[in-house]
Structures are given as C-alpha cells and as structure tokens.
C-alpha cells in the first residue's frame, strides 16, 4: 500500500480535522510559530547572542557578556508572544467548535446521517425549511482547522468546520401541511442520495490517487532496470 503523502487527492480524515481541537493551544502555538517569520528570526537572534555570550565567557570579554543579557530578555519576549497569541487562538478555537448554528443543527438532525463515512471527510447534504416557502438543499464542505470560505459560503461552526452553500431550491405547499411533509422526504432523498455519490466520489479518488501512486513506484524500479542497461546507473 502507498504511503499517504504519495496521495495528493486523497479526501482529508476525519480523524486529522478533529485532531487539533482536542489540543487546540498546541496547535495554536505551531500555527503561529508557522506563519510568523518575523517571530522566527528574533528566535533566531536571541540565540546568537546567546551563543555570543557563551564565548564571552571562555573570552573572558565583558562586551560579549553581555549579549548574555540582551538575548536572554528577546527570548523571554518572543515566549511571551508567542504564547499570549497561542491563548488568544485556542481559546477562539473551543469557542467555535462549542458554537451553535441553525444550519449545523439542520447538517446533524438530517434522516441520513448515518450513512456518512466513518474514516474520510466527503461533502455532506441537508434541508432546511425556510419561513418565506422554501426548501433549499445544503452542500456542506468540510474545513482544514485554517481554511476559510468562498465568498459565496457560510461557514458553520462546529468540529470540524463546515463551508455551507445551497444548491438547490424548491417551493413547500404552504397551504397543505401533508402535502408539504412529502416534499420535504422528497428532497431529503434527494440530499441523501447526492451524498451517497459524493462518498463514492471521494473513494474513487482515493483509489485513482493509489492506482497512480503504485504505477509511479513500479515506473521508477523499472526505469532502474532499463537505465543500468543504458548505462545510466552502475549495476550494483
């Protein structure tokens, strides 16, 4: 079996977009230290200088000695730093995965629920009623920890993160609560069955992306075989 990172197309799991809020200040912490190049290089310079400070000592040279000081107090700074903004982010991270939304209730309380993969993020379908008429299906999309939305989507709060937009939309019988009812199981189907086919999708591109993932390994161990004939490579 392929190693995972040889799977460009591989559909996220489930486990990886849940993983980090279960320890969201680690996680906010590594982003951080991640996208802040400039944290990075006063890192970077407060060992110098404490590097320099060392050799001051063997040197016996006062100067030097006290870069000691000097990056002892940039190292503290960039701790400081860093982990006030590791605070500030994880707690905005349990705040949103403890958030309430319409539509998230709408994505949970759908009949097929169920049928979701257990191992592997797929699009998901849902309908919601709306009090002006009408029945609009829902593809919810799932979210990397520091995705965002398209413009025309609604992120909808939760672990993990949802990008909701609508795909379709239908009038409900206003006046005939029955007849009403029916239409909602009709588009319900209809959401489960668009799901089923976004599971499937997503597993034949899991398998698409083994079956190059194998034929790109078998490539290089021929093209090994064909080259020591060549002359390219030495033969062991």
Do not use: C
């Amino acid at each position: 079996m392929p190693d995972d990172d040889l799977l460009p197309d591989r559909p996220p799991r489930r486990d990886a977009l849940e993983g980090p809020y279960h320890h969201p200040f680690r996680e906010s912490a590594g982003a951080n230290w991640r996208t802040q190049p400039g944290l990075r290089r006063q890192a970077a310079l407060s060992g110098v200088l404490i590097a320099g400070g060392g050799i001051g000592a063997v040197a016996l040279s006062p100067i030097l000695l006290l870069t000691v000081a000097v990056g002892a107090m940039l190292a503290l700074l960039v701790l400081l730093v860093i982990g006030w903004w590791s605070l500030r982010d994880g707690l905005a991270l349990i705040r949103r995965a403890r958030q309430k939304s319409e539509l998230r209730s709408v994505l949970e309380a759908r009949p097929h629920a169920g049928e979701q993969d257990a191992d592997f993020a797929h699009e998901l379908f849902a309908v919601s009623a709306e009090d002006d008429g009408w029945l609009y299906t829902w593809r919810f999309r799932p979210l990397r920890l520091h995705e965002r939305p398209d413009d025309d989507e609604v992120e909808v709060p939760g672990r993990p993160r949802y990008a909701a937009d609508v795909v379709t939309e239908a009038r409900f019988d206003a006046h005939d609560a029955a007849r009403a009812a029916e239409q909602l199981v009709l588009a319900q189907d209809a959401a489960a069955a668009r799901e089923a086919a976004a599971a499937g999708t997503a597993y034949d591109g899991i398998e698409d992306a083994a079956t190059r993932a194998e034929l790109a390994l078998e490539a290089r161990s021929t093209a090994a075989a064909l080259q020591r004939a060549t002359g390219q490579r030495r033969r062991d």
